[in-house]
Every structure is written in structure tokens, then in C-alpha cells.
């Protein structure tokens, strides 16, 4: 009996089976990660060039295509510098306050970000065990006077110098605002899953533009970012 040949799969795109084209689509979520719109401004600027895609459609394609295009741009990330700005900032959600994790380094790298509806020990562990996975430990480490970090920074990165002055902080204070800019016009949040979406994708997008990852080096500052994106298209 003739045994057959089994095939393997064939890699197929995540944009596969959609009605537009990845360009698209690649340009829908750069518009909004970038800009402080809103589902319905895209709408709008859409149809200004003929395109008719639904305010729900831009929703679905943020979040399934934010995280994937994150995942692609990580091996082509620079390793986080080794001073490190940690800090919470926070949004509501569903009427409560949420909290966004989030660290920037000496050359102004954001290095993580983490939405918790807590602000406690396990929540710090989380996020330092994600920051800490980008290939690069600290040898200092500034944050606020919260109780949760001397003991936790002695047991995760003992060999860091920990700075725990809040005025210290400035240059993630003045970060934290560019998020909470973009994050302003999504009024009525409702889930933690959305704020950590969009806040992975707009740290995404400004260690682009900031020059932080090896894509488009070779284009115009103000046309790095489209040109990164195209790149990552090709490979998700």
C-alpha cells in the first residue's frame, strides 16, 4: 500500500482573508496608535479617500494587529539602555482607575508597559519580570517612594542602584503625558485588555520614531514610521 506523502502546511499571512489589502490595514493602525483619534475619526478620514470601512472594523483590526506587528518588531528592537525611569501613571476603565506600568531608559526607550487593575507587589513583579526579559538589566533603577519597590529591586536586580526620589522622575512624568494624550480620546473604556493594547502599540510606535529599532534607518525621520510599518507587514 503506497503511503502519501504528507505535505507541510504553507505559511500564510495573519492578513490573509480579508477584503482590504495589508497596506490598508497597516495603515489604519498606524493612523490610530499615532494620533489621538478616535474609532470614528479614522472612519472619517477614510472615507475622505473613498474607502468605506466601519468605526468597528478599525477596532478589530487595533487589536489584532497591534500585538502582531509588536511581535515582529522585537528582534529588531536595540537593548534598553541601562538607567531605568519606572513610574505608574493611570486611566479609567469601566468607571474604575487602572494603572499603566511603565518604564522609559536613559536614551528614552520605553521598555515595557503594564495595565493592572492593582498597584501592588504582584503587579511590580509582573512588570519588571517583562521588562527585564528585553536583554538588558539595569544597574540603576529610579522610581517613586512606593513601598513595593526597595524590596522587590533588592530581590529581582540586587546589583542596581535603586534611586527612589520622585522629583527624579520628570522625564517619565513628561512621557506618561504622550500616552495619556493618546489615550484621551477612547472615552468609556471598558476593558484592561484595550488599555494594554494600545498602550504596548503607542510605546511601539514611539520607540520607532524615536530610532530605537533597526527599521527604515535610511528614511526621513518624519517618514520612518510608514516606512517601518510597510516592513513589518511583509513579515507578519
Known amino acids: ?46 472615507a475622505e479617500r473613498g474607502l468605506e470601512i466601519d468605526h468597528v472594523t478599525v477596532y478589530r483590526w487595533v487589536k489584532r494587529f497591534t500585538p502582531l506587528l509588536a511581535d515582529a518588531a522585537r528582534s529588531c528592537r536595540h537593548r534598553p539602555g541601562d538607567r531605568w525611569f519606572v513610574d505608574e501613571t493611570y486611566v479609567k476603565v469601566a468607571g474604575r482607575w487602572t494603572y499603566v506600568y511603565r518604564a522609559v531608559d536613559q536614551h528614552g526607550q520605553v521598555i515595557d508597559v503594564l495595565a493592572s487593575t492593582r498597584r501592588d507587589q504582584a503587579a ?10 528585553h536583554g538588558r538589566r539595569p544597574a540603576e533603577v529610579t522610581t517613586d517612594k512606593a513601598p513595593v519597590y526597595p524590596r ?14 520622585t522629583q527624579e522622575n520628570n522625564r517619565l512624568e513628561a512621557d506618561h503625558g504622550r500616552l495619556k494624550a ?16 494600545i498602550s504596548a502599540g503607542h510605546a511601539l510606535v514611539q520607540n520607532i520614531r524615536r530610532g530605537h529599532y533597526e527599521l527604515a534607518v535610511d528614511t526621513d525621520p518624519h517618514l520612518r514610521l510608514a516606512a517601518a510599518f510597510t516592513e513589518l507587514a511583509r513579515t507578519v
Open 1 to 46: 500500500m503506497r503511503r502519501r506523502r504528507v505535505r507541510p502546511p504553507v505559511p500564510t499571512s495573519e492578513f490573509a482573508g480579508f477584503r482590504f489589502p495589508p497596506e490598508v490595514i497597516v495603515l489604519v493602525v498606524r493612523w490610530y496608535l499615532r494620533f489621538a483619534l478616535s474609532y470614528r475619526d479614522v472612519e472619517e478620514l477614510l
Open 124 to 133: 511590580a513583579r509582573r512588570f519588571f519580570a517583562a521588562a527585564l526579559s
Open 152 to 165: 522587590l529591586l533588592d530581590e529581582l536586580v540586587p546589583e542596581a542602584c535603586h534611586v527612589d526620589a
Open 182 to 197: 493618546r489615550l484621551h480620546p477612547m472615552r468609556g473604556l471598558r476593558r484592561l485588555r484595550s488599555v494594554q493594547t
